[in-house]
């Protein structure tokens, strides 16, 4: 019911012609299709496979964001140090480093 949703409400905050966009992207077609593949196999009654192809859809789909998402964590009060030591020691990309 989530993945539903996520596709009804992502056209709504961004709009459907940059989520067309984003998905069609060539760089992005092998996640759209295995994120599409894993609701299609979930639906199918298949939810450990299909959950599993959706995570590698969204892992290709969203994996840019993941060095935003690790920086404002290593700025988080209580936590903040233990991400960014374990950041550091992935050996991860930082924004200026990103072709944008």
Partial sequence: M???????????IIGPQKMVLFFARRNKLKGTAAFV?????ILLRWPLIGFCVELYGIAV??????????????????????VR???ERVGTRRNSELPV
């Fill in 37 to 41: 593949a894993g609701i299609i196999l």
């Fill in 85 to 87: 030591w374990a950041l």
């Fill in 2 to 12: 989530g993945n539903i949703l996520f596709l009804i409400g992502l056209p709504l």
């Fill in 61 to 82: 789909l969203f994996g840019d964001f993941l060095v935003t998402i690790g920086d404002y964590a290593g700025n988080v009060p209580v936590v903040g140090p233990w």
